[in-house]
Protein backbone atom coordinates (compact mmCIF):
# COMPACT_ATOMS: atom_id res chain seq x y z
CA UNK A 1 0.00 0.00 0.00
CA UNK A 2 1.36 3.26 -0.72
CA UNK A 3 0.03 7.05 -1.37
CA UNK A 4 -0.99 7.94 -4.75
CA UNK A 5 -1.91 11.11 -6.19
CA UNK A 6 -2.58 12.44 -9.49
CA UNK A 7 -5.03 15.04 -11.50
CA UNK A 8 -7.75 12.23 -11.74
CA UNK A 9 -6.79 10.54 -8.65
CA UNK A 10 -5.98 13.32 -6.36
CA UNK A 11 -4.88 12.43 -2.53
CA UNK A 12 -5.80 8.43 -3.35
CA UNK A 13 -4.12 5.44 -2.09
CA UNK A 14 -3.29 2.25 -4.13
CA UNK A 15 -3.42 -1.02 -2.48
CA UNK A 16 -2.14 -3.99 -4.28
CA UNK A 17 -3.11 -7.84 -3.86
CA UNK A 18 -2.22 -10.75 -5.73
CA UNK A 19 -3.48 -9.89 -8.94
CA UNK A 20 -5.21 -6.98 -8.45
CA UNK A 21 -4.76 -3.24 -8.03
CA UNK A 22 -7.14 -0.92 -6.38
CA UNK A 23 -7.18 2.44 -5.97
CA UNK A 24 -9.29 4.27 -3.86
CA UNK A 25 -9.73 7.52 -1.24
CA UNK A 26 -10.46 7.47 2.36
CA UNK A 27 -13.68 9.77 3.64
CA UNK A 28 -12.72 12.52 5.63
CA UNK A 29 -15.60 11.33 8.02
CA UNK A 30 -15.73 7.50 8.00
CA UNK A 31 -19.12 6.28 7.92
CA UNK A 32 -20.94 3.73 6.06
CA UNK A 33 -22.05 3.98 2.53
CA UNK A 34 -25.28 1.76 1.66
CA UNK A 35 -26.48 1.20 -2.06
CA UNK A 36 -30.05 -1.03 -2.47
CA UNK A 37 -30.10 -3.29 -5.06
CA UNK A 38 -33.96 -3.95 -5.76
CA UNK A 39 -34.22 -7.96 -6.81
CA UNK A 40 -37.92 -7.61 -6.81
CA UNK A 41 -37.71 -10.66 -5.27
CA UNK A 42 -36.93 -12.40 -1.62
CA UNK A 43 -33.39 -13.00 -1.04
CA UNK A 44 -33.20 -16.08 2.07
CA UNK A 45 -29.36 -16.35 1.52
CA UNK A 46 -26.51 -15.40 0.32
CA UNK A 47 -22.67 -16.34 -0.62
CA UNK A 48 -20.02 -14.57 -2.19
CA UNK A 49 -17.21 -16.02 -4.65
CA UNK A 50 -13.69 -14.09 -4.97
CA UNK A 51 -12.79 -16.38 -7.95
CA UNK A 52 -15.10 -15.89 -9.94
CA UNK A 53 -16.33 -12.16 -8.71
CA UNK A 54 -20.11 -13.46 -8.00
CA UNK A 55 -22.56 -13.80 -5.61
CA UNK A 56 -25.20 -16.56 -5.46
CA UNK A 57 -28.36 -15.97 -3.50
CA UNK A 58 -31.21 -18.32 -2.38
CA UNK A 59 -34.63 -16.70 -3.42
CA UNK A 60 -37.93 -16.87 -3.62
CA UNK A 61 -40.67 -14.66 -5.87
CA UNK A 62 -44.21 -14.41 -5.03
CA UNK A 63 -46.46 -15.82 -8.44
CA UNK A 64 -49.54 -13.86 -8.09
CA UNK A 65 -51.12 -15.72 -11.17
CA UNK A 66 -49.85 -19.45 -10.32
CA UNK A 67 -50.99 -22.22 -8.87
CA UNK A 68 -48.29 -22.39 -6.75
CA UNK A 69 -47.70 -19.11 -5.19
CA UNK A 70 -44.20 -19.42 -4.52
CA UNK A 71 -41.10 -19.85 -6.55
CA UNK A 72 -37.58 -20.82 -5.13
CA UNK A 73 -34.25 -19.90 -7.32
CA UNK A 74 -30.62 -20.16 -6.66
CA UNK A 75 -29.78 -17.29 -8.18
CA UNK A 76 -25.53 -16.10 -9.33
CA UNK A 77 -25.35 -12.19 -9.78
CA UNK A 78 -22.19 -10.30 -10.88
CA UNK A 79 -20.33 -8.25 -7.63
CA UNK A 80 -19.95 -5.73 -9.04
CA UNK A 81 -23.18 -4.65 -11.33
CA UNK A 82 -25.62 -6.67 -9.32
CA UNK A 83 -26.86 -8.38 -12.57
CA UNK A 84 -28.36 -11.23 -13.04
CA UNK A 85 -26.24 -13.74 -14.69
CA UNK A 86 -27.29 -17.22 -14.28
CA UNK A 87 -30.61 -18.73 -12.33
CA UNK A 88 -31.03 -22.36 -11.41
CA UNK A 89 -34.60 -23.47 -10.69
CA UNK A 90 -35.77 -25.33 -7.28
CA UNK A 91 -38.21 -27.82 -7.67
CA UNK A 92 -41.76 -27.28 -6.32
CA UNK A 93 -41.88 -27.19 -2.90
CA UNK A 94 -38.21 -27.02 -2.76
CA UNK A 95 -36.32 -24.19 -0.59
CA UNK A 96 -32.65 -23.36 -0.05
CA UNK A 97 -31.91 -23.26 3.31
CA UNK A 98 -28.16 -22.86 3.06
CA UNK A 99 -25.30 -21.90 0.87
CA UNK A 100 -21.49 -22.05 1.21
CA UNK A 101 -18.62 -21.20 -1.34
CA UNK A 102 -15.84 -23.85 -0.81
CA UNK A 103 -12.99 -25.91 -2.32
CA UNK A 104 -12.12 -29.82 -1.28
CA UNK A 105 -9.30 -31.69 -0.73
CA UNK A 106 -7.36 -32.67 -4.28
CA UNK A 107 -9.58 -30.50 -6.27
CA UNK A 108 -8.41 -27.31 -7.16
CA UNK A 109 -11.93 -25.71 -8.02
CA UNK A 110 -13.98 -23.44 -6.01
CA UNK A 111 -17.71 -24.73 -6.06
CA UNK A 112 -21.35 -23.32 -4.90
CA UNK A 113 -22.83 -25.94 -2.40
CA UNK A 114 -26.12 -25.35 -1.48
CA UNK A 115 -28.32 -27.38 1.12
CA UNK A 116 -32.32 -27.59 0.15
CA UNK A 117 -35.66 -28.98 2.17
CA UNK A 118 -38.79 -29.91 0.33
CA UNK A 119 -41.59 -28.10 2.46
CA UNK A 120 -44.33 -30.36 1.91
CA UNK A 121 -47.62 -28.87 3.28
CA UNK A 122 -48.59 -32.38 4.90
CA UNK A 123 -45.10 -32.58 6.35
CA UNK A 124 -44.53 -30.72 9.96
CA UNK A 125 -41.08 -31.03 9.11
CA UNK A 126 -39.64 -32.05 5.99
CA UNK A 127 -38.22 -35.43 5.53
CA UNK A 128 -36.00 -35.05 1.94
CA UNK A 129 -33.47 -32.36 0.42
CA UNK A 130 -30.82 -32.36 -1.31
CA UNK A 131 -27.48 -30.86 -1.17
CA UNK A 132 -26.20 -29.15 -4.50
CA UNK A 133 -22.87 -28.75 -5.96
CA UNK A 134 -22.36 -26.07 -8.54
CA UNK A 135 -19.45 -24.98 -10.88
CA UNK A 136 -18.90 -21.00 -12.27
CA UNK A 137 -18.08 -21.95 -15.52
CA UNK A 138 -17.95 -18.68 -18.07
CA UNK A 139 -20.26 -16.85 -15.88
CA UNK A 140 -22.85 -19.57 -15.65
CA UNK A 141 -24.41 -21.88 -12.78
CA UNK A 142 -23.39 -25.41 -13.24
CA UNK A 143 -24.51 -27.93 -11.28
CA UNK A 144 -21.93 -30.73 -10.42
CA UNK A 145 -23.07 -32.71 -8.26
CA UNK A 146 -26.65 -33.94 -6.62
CA UNK A 147 -27.05 -35.46 -3.53
CA UNK A 148 -30.43 -36.24 -1.80
CA UNK A 149 -30.64 -36.05 1.68
CA UNK A 150 -33.35 -37.72 4.53
CA UNK A 151 -34.39 -34.00 5.94
CA UNK A 152 -33.63 -29.75 5.43
CA UNK A 153 -30.01 -29.05 5.20
CA UNK A 154 -30.13 -26.56 7.51
CA UNK A 155 -26.28 -25.34 7.61
CA UNK A 156 -23.35 -26.13 4.99
CA UNK A 157 -19.20 -25.86 6.13
CA UNK A 158 -16.15 -26.79 4.90
CA UNK A 159 -14.52 -28.72 6.89
CA UNK A 160 -10.96 -30.40 6.70
CA UNK A 161 -11.01 -30.78 3.14
CA UNK A 162 -14.47 -31.60 3.03
CA UNK A 163 -18.13 -30.82 3.25
CA UNK A 164 -20.02 -30.53 7.19
CA UNK A 165 -24.11 -30.82 7.03
CA UNK A 166 -26.82 -30.02 9.20
CA UNK A 167 -29.96 -32.19 7.97
CA UNK A 168 -32.80 -32.37 10.81
CA UNK A 169 -31.88 -33.77 14.01
CA UNK A 170 -28.01 -34.94 12.49
CA UNK A 171 -24.70 -33.62 11.55
CA UNK A 172 -23.01 -35.11 8.47
CA UNK A 173 -19.69 -35.31 7.06
CA UNK A 174 -19.23 -35.90 3.39
CA UNK A 175 -16.14 -36.95 1.33
CA UNK A 176 -15.31 -35.44 -2.14
CA UNK A 177 -15.12 -38.26 -3.90
CA UNK A 178 -13.83 -38.90 -7.69
CA UNK A 179 -15.29 -42.01 -9.60
CA UNK A 180 -13.77 -44.16 -12.00
CA UNK A 181 -15.66 -42.59 -14.98
CA UNK A 182 -13.64 -38.96 -13.83
CA UNK A 183 -17.36 -37.05 -12.44
CA UNK A 184 -17.16 -36.18 -8.86
CA UNK A 185 -19.79 -37.49 -6.20
CA UNK A 186 -20.02 -36.92 -1.99
CA UNK A 187 -20.25 -40.05 -0.11
CA UNK A 188 -21.25 -39.86 3.74
CA UNK A 189 -18.38 -40.33 5.70
CA UNK A 190 -19.67 -39.97 9.49
CA UNK A 191 -22.19 -38.65 11.35
CA UNK A 192 -23.08 -37.29 14.79
CA UNK A 193 -27.23 -37.77 16.40
CA UNK A 194 -28.72 -36.61 19.45
CA UNK A 195 -30.11 -33.37 18.52
CA UNK A 196 -34.50 -31.94 18.27
CA UNK A 197 -33.38 -29.78 15.28
CA UNK A 198 -29.13 -28.69 14.36
CA UNK A 199 -29.91 -25.34 13.08
CA UNK A 200 -26.83 -23.70 13.26
CA UNK A 201 -23.16 -25.03 12.37
CA UNK A 202 -19.40 -23.38 13.17
CA UNK A 203 -16.37 -24.91 13.04
CA UNK A 204 -12.62 -24.77 13.68
CA UNK A 205 -10.17 -26.91 13.37
CA UNK A 206 -11.49 -30.31 14.54
CA UNK A 207 -14.17 -28.74 16.66
CA UNK A 208 -17.49 -28.20 15.82
CA UNK A 209 -19.88 -25.96 17.53
CA UNK A 210 -24.04 -26.89 16.88
CA UNK A 211 -26.58 -24.32 18.03
CA UNK A 212 -30.21 -26.58 18.76
CA UNK A 213 -33.45 -25.64 18.15
CA UNK A 214 -34.33 -26.37 21.77
CA UNK A 215 -31.27 -27.46 23.36
CA UNK A 216 -28.49 -25.10 23.64
CA UNK A 217 -24.95 -25.18 22.21
CA UNK A 218 -23.48 -28.66 22.19
CA UNK A 219 -19.44 -28.91 21.16
CA UNK A 220 -18.17 -31.90 19.00
CA UNK A 221 -15.11 -32.79 17.91
CA UNK A 222 -14.24 -34.82 14.68
CA UNK A 223 -11.70 -37.54 15.52
CA UNK A 224 -9.46 -38.48 11.91
CA UNK A 225 -7.91 -41.73 13.01
CA UNK A 226 -11.50 -43.56 13.80
CA UNK A 227 -13.45 -41.31 11.10
CA UNK A 228 -16.09 -40.90 13.59
CA UNK A 229 -17.52 -37.30 15.51
CA UNK A 230 -18.08 -37.36 19.28
CA UNK A 231 -20.14 -35.18 21.80
CA UNK A 232 -17.17 -33.45 24.08
CA UNK A 233 -19.19 -31.33 25.68
CA UNK A 234 -22.84 -28.97 26.07
CA UNK A 235 -24.81 -26.33 27.49
CA UNK A 236 -27.59 -28.23 29.74
CA UNK A 237 -29.42 -25.24 29.29
CA UNK A 238 -32.74 -25.51 27.17
CA UNK A 239 -32.07 -22.19 25.21
CA UNK A 240 -33.72 -22.06 21.86
CA UNK A 241 -30.88 -20.75 19.41
CA UNK A 242 -31.32 -18.23 16.60
CA UNK A 243 -27.72 -17.90 15.75
CA UNK A 244 -23.79 -19.16 16.57
CA UNK A 245 -20.14 -17.86 15.98
CA UNK A 246 -16.96 -19.46 17.15
CA UNK A 247 -15.23 -16.14 18.95
CA UNK A 248 -12.03 -18.53 19.87
CA UNK A 249 -10.57 -21.63 20.74
CA UNK A 250 -12.21 -21.68 24.08
CA UNK A 251 -15.41 -18.88 23.72
CA UNK A 252 -18.93 -19.46 21.85
CA UNK A 253 -21.54 -17.05 21.31
CA UNK A 254 -24.93 -17.47 21.00
CA UNK A 255 -28.28 -15.57 20.16
CA UNK A 256 -31.86 -17.17 21.75
CA UNK A 257 -35.09 -16.43 20.81
CA UNK A 258 -35.78 -13.83 23.39
CA UNK A 259 -33.73 -11.38 22.30
CA UNK A 260 -30.40 -12.00 24.58
CA UNK A 261 -26.77 -12.78 23.69
CA UNK A 262 -25.01 -15.58 25.49
CA UNK A 263 -21.43 -16.80 25.71
CA UNK A 264 -19.95 -20.23 26.81
CA UNK A 265 -16.61 -21.46 27.99
CA UNK A 266 -14.88 -25.11 26.68
CA UNK A 267 -14.24 -26.19 30.68
CA UNK A 268 -10.55 -27.63 29.05
CA UNK A 269 -9.34 -27.79 32.29
CA UNK A 270 -11.86 -29.94 34.93
CA UNK A 271 -10.89 -32.33 37.09
CA UNK A 272 -13.58 -35.18 35.72
CA UNK A 273 -15.44 -35.64 33.05
CA UNK A 274 -18.33 -34.18 33.64
CA UNK A 275 -17.21 -31.11 34.32
CA UNK A 276 -15.05 -31.37 30.92
CA UNK A 277 -18.52 -32.28 29.63
CA UNK A 278 -20.04 -28.86 30.35
CA UNK A 279 -20.35 -25.63 28.80
CA UNK A 280 -19.96 -23.03 31.27
CA UNK A 281 -22.22 -20.06 31.04
CA UNK A 282 -19.50 -17.16 31.06
CA UNK A 283 -21.64 -13.92 29.98
CA UNK A 284 -25.46 -13.12 29.48
CA UNK A 285 -27.05 -9.83 28.08
CA UNK A 286 -30.34 -8.56 26.57
CA UNK A 287 -29.74 -6.96 23.22
CA UNK A 288 -33.40 -6.95 22.34
CA UNK A 289 -33.25 -7.79 19.05
CA UNK A 290 -33.35 -11.38 17.42
CA UNK A 291 -29.74 -11.91 15.77
CA UNK A 292 -30.19 -14.38 13.21
CA UNK A 293 -26.49 -14.02 11.84
CA UNK A 294 -23.07 -13.32 13.38
CA UNK A 295 -20.05 -12.77 11.21
CA UNK A 296 -16.56 -12.45 11.87
CA UNK A 297 -15.50 -9.08 10.00
CA UNK A 298 -15.51 -5.46 10.31
CA UNK A 299 -17.80 -2.80 8.84
CA UNK A 300 -14.85 -0.32 8.74
CA UNK A 301 -11.16 0.00 7.59
CA UNK A 302 -8.72 -1.91 10.66
CA UNK A 303 -5.35 -0.20 10.62
CA UNK A 304 -2.89 -2.88 11.79
CA UNK A 305 -1.06 -0.41 14.23
CA UNK A 306 -3.81 1.25 15.80
CA UNK A 307 -4.96 0.18 19.26
CA UNK A 308 -8.30 -0.83 18.02
CA UNK A 309 -6.65 -2.68 14.77
CA UNK A 310 -5.99 -5.21 17.41
CA UNK A 311 -9.30 -6.07 18.62
CA UNK A 312 -11.77 -8.61 17.12
CA UNK A 313 -14.62 -8.41 16.27
CA UNK A 314 -17.54 -9.72 14.95
CA UNK A 315 -20.70 -8.53 13.24
CA UNK A 316 -24.04 -9.54 13.56
CA UNK A 317 -27.63 -8.92 11.58
CA UNK A 318 -30.97 -9.21 12.94
CA UNK A 319 -34.54 -9.72 11.32
CA UNK A 320 -35.27 -6.22 12.14
CA UNK A 321 -32.57 -5.19 9.72
CA UNK A 322 -30.19 -3.97 12.17
CA UNK A 323 -26.81 -4.43 12.17
CA UNK A 324 -24.28 -4.41 14.90
CA UNK A 325 -21.22 -4.98 15.97
CA UNK A 326 -19.42 -7.63 19.46
CA UNK A 327 -15.79 -6.80 20.16
CA UNK A 328 -13.79 -9.00 22.37
CA UNK A 329 -12.10 -5.93 24.68
CA UNK A 330 -8.96 -6.86 26.60
CA UNK A 331 -9.13 -7.14 30.13
CA UNK A 332 -8.07 -3.67 30.92
CA UNK A 333 -10.20 -2.11 28.84
CA UNK A 334 -13.18 -4.13 29.62
CA UNK A 335 -12.71 -3.08 33.38
CA UNK A 336 -12.04 0.91 32.42
CA UNK A 337 -15.23 0.92 30.14
CA UNK A 338 -17.72 -0.95 33.00
CA UNK A 339 -16.86 1.91 35.23
CA UNK A 340 -17.57 4.43 32.58
CA UNK A 341 -20.87 2.90 32.07
CA UNK A 342 -21.46 2.78 35.69
CA UNK A 343 -21.57 5.93 36.22
CA UNK A 344 -23.06 6.64 33.27
CA UNK A 345 -26.42 4.62 33.84
CA UNK A 346 -26.52 7.44 37.15
CA UNK A 347 -26.38 10.26 34.48
CA UNK A 348 -28.40 9.23 31.38
CA UNK A 349 -31.80 8.21 32.01
CA UNK A 350 -34.10 6.00 30.10
CA UNK A 351 -36.80 6.84 27.45
CA UNK A 352 -39.87 6.72 29.46
CA UNK A 353 -37.80 5.83 32.43
CA UNK A 354 -36.70 2.41 31.32
CA UNK A 355 -34.09 1.66 34.71
CA UNK A 356 -30.75 0.91 31.63
CA UNK A 357 -29.49 -2.17 34.27
CA UNK A 358 -32.99 -3.86 34.07
CA UNK A 359 -33.44 -3.64 30.73
CA UNK A 360 -29.90 -5.28 29.67
CA UNK A 361 -30.55 -8.19 32.45
CA UNK A 362 -30.44 -11.47 30.39
CA UNK A 363 -34.02 -12.46 30.85
CA UNK A 364 -35.89 -15.46 29.28
CA UNK A 365 -38.79 -18.01 30.42
CA UNK A 366 -36.86 -19.11 33.56
CA UNK A 367 -34.44 -16.55 34.86
CA UNK A 368 -33.86 -12.89 34.83
CA UNK A 369 -30.00 -11.75 35.75
CA UNK A 370 -27.66 -9.24 35.75
CA UNK A 371 -25.80 -8.48 32.67
CA UNK A 372 -22.54 -10.17 32.87
CA UNK A 373 -19.28 -9.71 30.94
CA UNK A 374 -21.01 -7.78 27.88
CA UNK A 375 -20.97 -3.54 27.89
CA UNK A 376 -23.42 -1.44 26.06
CA UNK A 377 -20.99 0.21 23.55
CA UNK A 378 -24.24 2.64 22.72
CA UNK A 379 -24.79 3.60 26.32
CA UNK A 380 -21.21 4.39 26.42
CA UNK A 381 -20.59 6.02 23.37
CA UNK A 382 -23.47 8.12 24.63
CA UNK A 383 -20.81 9.99 26.73
CA UNK A 384 -19.63 11.87 23.69
CA UNK A 385 -22.88 13.48 23.15
CA UNK A 386 -23.21 14.80 26.91
CA UNK A 387 -22.83 18.90 27.68
CA UNK A 388 -19.49 19.55 29.42
CA UNK A 389 -21.09 19.95 33.32
CA UNK A 390 -22.32 16.26 32.98
CA UNK A 391 -18.67 14.92 31.57
CA UNK A 392 -16.54 17.00 34.62
CA UNK A 393 -19.38 14.95 36.70
CA UNK A 394 -18.29 11.40 35.21
CA UNK A 395 -14.83 12.62 35.13
CA UNK A 396 -14.38 13.86 38.72
CA UNK A 397 -16.18 10.00 39.95
CA UNK A 398 -13.92 8.11 37.50
CA UNK A 399 -10.59 10.48 38.01
CA UNK A 400 -10.01 10.81 34.90
CA UNK A 401 -9.86 13.49 32.95
CA UNK A 402 -12.45 14.81 30.65
CA UNK A 403 -9.93 14.95 27.44
CA UNK A 404 -8.68 11.04 28.45
CA UNK A 405 -12.17 9.99 28.55
CA UNK A 406 -13.33 11.20 25.12
CA UNK A 407 -10.18 9.89 23.69
CA UNK A 408 -10.57 6.81 24.99
CA UNK A 409 -14.34 6.62 24.05
CA UNK A 410 -13.26 7.83 20.00
CA UNK A 411 -11.17 5.02 19.99
CA UNK A 412 -14.21 2.36 20.41
CA UNK A 413 -16.41 4.56 17.92
CA UNK A 414 -13.56 3.56 15.27
CA UNK A 415 -14.68 -0.23 16.20
CA UNK A 416 -17.73 0.66 13.47
Known sequence: MCPFNSAAFPDSLAIAKEGELTIGTIDDIQKLHIRSIPLGEHARRICHQEQSRTFAICSLKNQSNAEESEMHFIRLLDDQTFDFISTYPLDTFEYGCSILSCSFSDDTNVYYCVGTAYVLPEENEPTKGRILVFIVEDGKLQLIVEKETKGAVYSLNAFNGKLLAAINQKIQLYKWMLRDDGTRELQSECGHHGHIL????????????????????????????????????????????????????????????????????????????????????????????FVNRFRHGSLVMRLPDSDVGQIPTVIFGTINGVIGVIASLPHEQYLFLEKLQTNLRKVIKGVGGLNHEQWRSFNNEKKTVDAKNFLDGDLIESFLDLNRIRMDEISKAMSVSVEELCKRVEELTRLH
Open 198 to 289: ALYVQTRGDFIVVGDLMKSFSLLIYKHEEGAIEERARDYNANWMSAVEILDDDIYLGAENNFNLFTVRKNSEGATDEERGRLEVVGEYHLGE
